[in-house]
């Protein structure tokens, strides 16, 4: 494995210190009330220093995103004997750290209100979704799960109704009860996934 440079090594600890400073700002003042300035002077890096790590706020916000993908991809199971919501436990609760990590505001505004050109958690290559598809395959691989069913209809479902959970109890400013809502629509939904047994 090759060493890193010292270069890269400083650049590398430059990045961290700007992500780690903007999603504590972003956090206290939303995505929209924190300027790239006032990150740059908090984290101690000019702003010629931001723009060659960053293109814009808007790639800030998705490297942020990005570096909480570790939320989704801890969990293991053994899908001949666990349940598939013990998989849907794991799910609500990734995406329950992801909310309390980077706060509702932050996390509703880039679901419904990206800056243009952002990604959204669910893109494809986020571990999010990938985390969902391998479970969802290994569990119907098991006999969990109904055979016929399409494995990215089944995710499809599962994100449309985490965007709708999300939208609807945020804009209700009912964030507290919104994990226990997303899991119980979730094992109702997979009532209808799972195989006869």
């Known amino acids: 494995m090759r060493k890193m440079t010292k270069q890269a090594m400083k ?5 961290q210190r ?8 972003m956090r206290c003042d939303g995505f929209e009330n924190t300027s790239v300035r006032q990150i740059c002077e908090e984290a101690n890096v000019s702003i010629g220093s931001f723009y060659h790590l960053f293109e814009s706020k808007a790639a800030l916000l ?22 598939p919501f013990l998989f849907v436990d794991r799910l609500v609760d ?5 909310i309390q990590t980077l706060t509702p505001t932050i996390v509703f505004k880039a679901f419904f209100e990206p800056p243009s ?12 979704n990938q985390f ?3 479970h969802l395959e290994g569990f119907q691989n ?6 016929e069913l399409s494995i990215e209809q089944m995710q499809t479902e599962m994100v449309s109704i985490f965007c709708g ?31 006869p047994s």
């Open 18 to 25: 700007i992500v780690a400073t903007a999603t504590q700002l």
């Open 142 to 147: 098991a006999g969990k799960l109904k055979k």
């Open 62 to 83: 998705d490297a942020i995103l990005g570096d909480v993908n570790s939320f989704y991809t801890d969990a293991e199971f053994d899908y001949e004997s666990d349940s």
């Open 11 to 15: 650049t590398n600890e430059t990045r």
């Open 165 to 195: 959970s999300l939208y609807t109890y945020y804009t209700l400013e009912r964030m507290d009860i919104f994990p226990e809502k997303l899991r119980e629509i979730y094992y109702h939904l997979f009532s209808f996934y799972l195989a």
């Open 132 to 134: 969902t598809l391998k």
């Open 94 to 98: 990734s995406n329950l750290n992801l």
């Open 117 to 128: 050109g952002n990604k959204t958690i669910y893109f494809e290559q986020r571990s999010s």
